[in-house]
């Protein structure tokens, strides 16, 4: 395969790219589909200024990585994280691409961020930062061509004030330039918890493949208590499974007895972090990934299961709430070891973006659905995507992350084929 210059570099992105050329070799991918595919189309690189409360003017760093539009407008989201960087924002936006792929919507991937961490920042600084940064990619984003959302560090909020500043410029309200807003502004029922409901429903289609019964004696570990990880956590306790141990960046708890959700949100919005919490015993969030489960979910950040760890995993079933918790290293152990069902991120996390397709489509038809009816939309997407990466697994002799990427890039790459290259 021909190499191109590589801007991106990073450990994330060369793993990201790595596993692509993996997969595109097995599935003797077209080799001008492959050399347009291993790198984004287009990238932006913004300084961003803005204000603190204390009148000092901070200057940071944001980006806006679009991969793929092959299928239709860009969408992914933005992270407010101190180490985001091209690389990382690059292999999210090459994951967006997969993963609007395997579930078979009209979307293509991008991702973006700021390196900064919002949670020293008052809501005014968070405010005037996010304005900023939406004013500096004002032109690379839009309803029709490329969809921001939330993703680590960034919320409801963040998108209403997005929404605000880009239509604001416009001179009327465009609610479809970003997903994952307030409901009162255009957002979808059903969008908050999407992608820890997303990943419950792979975990119970796993499951079902494996013949694990998802009752009261199935012990659940998830690293990372936000969006993702809190929405996970509360639908495994729903659907009658016995949340064991939950963490955060300050630490986890375990109690073998089951945590109870509702109490450790309540302490959460008191202190804003797990630490302290006193319904369990304190553990690290390396020792959360060992713990002894049956669902282990790790909801977090990248590159936490590497291979000093991923011998000593005790659950049968791994679904990746995070984007790229696992190294190549370590997944290379765990297809080894064979004992570990996984559900590969591409897949386990794309409930998020699912209803991020809902609500574009919801805001574009000025259309509102009932949550009841989103959720069961989700239920058809995911478990059919989850079905069709399966039976790929299964007729290609492959693990399920091979399986999904193989999914992915067939779809992208006929459709490239047809669409031909311009000019
Ligand atoms: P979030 O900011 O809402 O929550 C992140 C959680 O991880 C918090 O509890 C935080 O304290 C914890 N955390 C941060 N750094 C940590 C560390 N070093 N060790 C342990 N825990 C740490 O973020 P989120 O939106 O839930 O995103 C989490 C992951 O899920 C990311 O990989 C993101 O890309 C992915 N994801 C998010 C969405 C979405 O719609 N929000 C969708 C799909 C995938």
């Not at 069902?341 to 794309?350: G, I, Q, R, S, T």
Request: hydrophobic share 40%.
């Amino acid at each position: 395969m021909k190499k191109t210059n590589n801007e991106w570099d990073g450990p994330f992105f060369k793993e990201t790219q790595s596993t692509f050329e993996r997969v595109a070799k097995a599935i003797s991918l077209d080799e001008n589909i492959a050399l347009r595919l291993r790198v984004p189309e287009r990238a932006l690189i913004v300084s961003v200024p803005f204000r603190m409360d204390s009148g000092k003017v901070e200057l940071v760093t944001g980006y806006r990585v679009q991969h793929n539009d092959t299928l239709g407008p860009y969408k992914g989201g933005l992270r407010y994280h101190p180490h985001v960087n091209l690389g990382e924002v690059a292999a999210l936006a090459m994951m967006m691409t997969w993963k609007s792929a395997i579930i078979g919507l009209p979307l293509g991937g991008a991702k973006g961020g700021v390196a900064i961490d919002p949670i020293p920042l008052s809501r005014q600084e968070l405010q005037r930062l996010t304005r900023r940064f939406t004013i500096e990619i004002l032109n690379f984003i839009g309803p029709d061509s490329d969809v921001p959302a939330p993703d680590m560090g960034t919320n409801e909020q963040v998108m209403a004030w997005i929404m605000d500043t880009y239509s604001q410029q416009k001179g009327h309200s465009v609610p479809g330039v970003v997903t994952g807003k307030p409901i009162d502004i255009g957002g979808s029922l059903g969008r908050k918890e999407a992608p820890g409901r997303g990943v419950v429903y792979t975990i119970i289609s796993a499951a079902e493949k494996i013949k694990m019964r998802l009752d009261s004696k199935i012990r659940v570990a998830v690293q990372g208590f936000g969006q993702v990880g809190a929405a996970a956590a509360r639908k495994m306790e729903k659907i009658g499974c016995k949340v064991v141990a939950v963490s955060d960046v300050s630490g986890g708890v375990y109690n073998a007895n089951g945590l109870r959700y509702d109490s450790m949100m309540a302490y959460l919005a008191q202190n804003k972090v797990l630490r302290g919490y006193p319904e369990g015993d304190f553990i690290t969030n390396e020792q959360l990934l060992e713990i002894d489960c049956d669902v282990l979910i790790p909801a977090a950040i990248e590159r936490v299961i590497h291979k000093d760890n991923a011998r000593k995993l005790k659950c049968k079933i791994l679904a990746e709430g995070a984007n790229g918790p696992t190294t190549n290293e370590a997944d290379h152990i765990i297809r080894d070891r064979g004992d570990i069902f996984v559900v590969p991120d591409v897949l386990a996390n794309a409930g998020g973006v699912v209803v991020s397709y809902f609500e574009w489509v919801q805001d574009l038809q000025n259309l509102f659905w009932k949550e009841k009816e989103i959720n069961h939309r989700l239920w058809e997407m995911m478990s059919d995507a989850f079905e069709k990466v399966y039976t790929t697994s299964q007729k290609e002799k492959v693990d399920m992350r091979t399986a999904a990427l193989m999914v992915a890039i067939r779809k992208i790459s006929t459709s490239m084929l047809t669409r031909g290259l311009y000019p």
